[in-house]
């Protein structure tokens, strides 16, 4: 359930749009053992500094309640029942590619800096950065290659839950490995951590046949790539064990299709061989499907 009021001021330099929305949502993490029902308010200020450059400000108070099954392992357990989160939050998102689902040149950046704690239970410092770079090879040929990279930071005062810690694995995040399949683990199930990074490598050409550059061929992309990644969670007081977690990178490889739905999302279809992972890592070798916005 959703519910928003919009407000756009049009006649300023910086087109400044407020809303408000009012949510519920509940969703199942089969793979960490719980399931969240979030319950909450979100105030938004969006405005551009350039036709490139958007922003968004936003203050985010919510009542998450966070359920678990009876086999359920006990450090996901421990971050179990209700909490009150309070929060606020920047978003800067750069755009000069040239389009968004196959683009041929130019790059993407977007950082996220959140902090909670402004009353609650929760009290923490988050932050969060996507890169995208793209570049034509061969204009003739339509060979693209395109380089993405990722990194995250959860600073723990207070109260955090395995819920707010970082994943990954899965089709549209770490390929090679089932959803939240790459980290910690404990009987079975994910953990996630207090910091990742991944990176991902790609070329994307045309499909070899006559006119896939037009028409309905303009819909498909074959793509080779390799990505790597890690998601640690380090003793909080141990700088060297932080550096261990950071350089314990898993990695795969492949090559898929892809094909455009719409203007903003893609359906992936890929063989994924992994490369490198670590004990209690959970692989997938062979297909993986994916459907998203955004890709590693």
Same mark, same amino acid.
């Given at each position: 359930?959703?519910?928003?009021?919009?407000?756009?001021?049009?006649l300023h330099r910086?087109?400044?749009?407020?809303?408000?929305?009012?949510?519920? %949502?509940?969703?199942?993490?089969?793979?960490?053992?719980?399931?969240?029902?979030?319950?909450?308010?979100?105030?938004?200020?969006?405005?551009?500094?350039?036709?490139?450059?958007?922003?968004? +400000?936003?203050?985010?108070? /919510?009542?998450?309640? !966070?359920?678990?099954?009876?086999?359920?392992?006990?450090?996901? %357990?421990?971050?179990?029942?209700?909490?009150?989160?309070?929060?606020?939050?920047? !978003?800067?998102s750069v755009d000069?590619?040239?389009?968004?689902?196959?683009?041929?040149?130019?790059?993407?950046?977007?950082?996220?800096?959140?902090?909670?704690?402004?009353?609650?239970?929760?009290?923490?410092?988050?932050?969060?950065?996507?890169?995208?770079?793209?570049?034509?090879?061969?204009?003739?040929?339509? /060979?693209?290659?395109?380089?993405?990279?990722?990194?995250?930071?959860? #600073?723990?005062?207070?109260?955090?839950?395995?819920?707010?810690?970082?994943?990954?694995?899965?089709? @549209?995040s770490l390929r090679?490995?089932? #959803?939240?399949? @790459?980290?910690? #683990?404990?009987?079975?199930? @994910?953990?996630?951590?207090? !910091? =990742?990074?991944?990176?991902?490598?790609? +070329?994307?050409? &045309?499909? &070899?046949?006559?006119?896939?550059?037009?028409?309905?061929?303009?819909?498909?992309?074959? #793509?080779?790539?390799?990505?790597?990644?890690?998601?640690?969670? &380090?003793?909080?007081?141990?700088?060297?064990?932080?550096?261990?977690?950071?350089?314990?990178?898993?990695?795969?490889?492949? @090559?898929?299709?892809?094909?455009?739905?719409?203007?903003?999302?893609?359906?992936?279809?890929? =063989? +994924?061989?992994?490369? %490198?992972?670590?004990?209690?890592?959970?692989?997938?070798?062979?297909?993986?499907?994916?459907?998203?916005?955004?890709?590693?």
């Amino acid at each position: 359930m959703h519910l928003a009021l919009t407000k756009p001021l049009l006649l300023h330099r910086y087109k400044p749009v407020v809303s408000g929305s009012l949510y519920q %949502r509940a969703a199942d993490h089969v793979s960490s053992g719980y399931r969240l029902l979030d319950r909450g308010l979100l105030l938004d200020l969006a405005f551009q500094t350039s036709p490139t450059t958007k922003h968004h +400000v936003q203050w985010e108070g /919510l009542m998450r309640e !966070m359920s678990v099954s009876n086999k359920t392992s006990f450090k996901v %357990r421990e971050s179990s029942g209700p909490q009150l989160k309070s929060m606020v939050r920047h !978003m800067i998102s750069v755009d000069q590619r040239d389009e968004a689902v196959f683009p041929t040149r130019g790059a993407r950046l977007h950082i996220c800096n959140e902090l909670a704690g402004l009353g609650g239970s929760v009290a923490s410092l988050r932050a969060e950065l996507h890169l995208q770079l793209n570049y034509t090879l061969s204009q003739k040929l339509g /060979l693209v290659v395109q380089a993405s990279g990722a990194a995250g930071l959860l #600073h723990d005062v207070y109260g955090s839950s395995v819920a707010d810690h970082f994943f990954l694995g899965g089709a @549209a995040s770490l390929r090679g490995f089932q #959803h939240r399949g @790459a980290g910690p #683990h404990c009987d079975g199930h @994910a953990l996630g951590g207090r !910091m =990742y990074w991944a990176g991902g490598l790609h +070329v994307f050409a &045309p499909l &070899p046949v006559p006119g896939a550059g037009s028409g309905l061929g303009a819909l498909f992309r074959s #793509h080779l790539f390799l990505n790597t990644g890690c998601v640690a969670f &380090p003793d909080r007081g141990s700088a060297g064990e932080w550096w261990r977690g950071l350089g314990a990178a898993r990695g795969a490889g492949g @090559a898929g299709l892809c094909v455009r739905l719409g203007r903003a999302a893609r359906l992936e279809l890929s =063989y +994924v061989l992994p490369l %490198r992972w670590l004990p209690g890592d959970r692989t997938h070798a062979g297909i993986q499907l994916g459907l998203g916005a955004n890709f590693l």
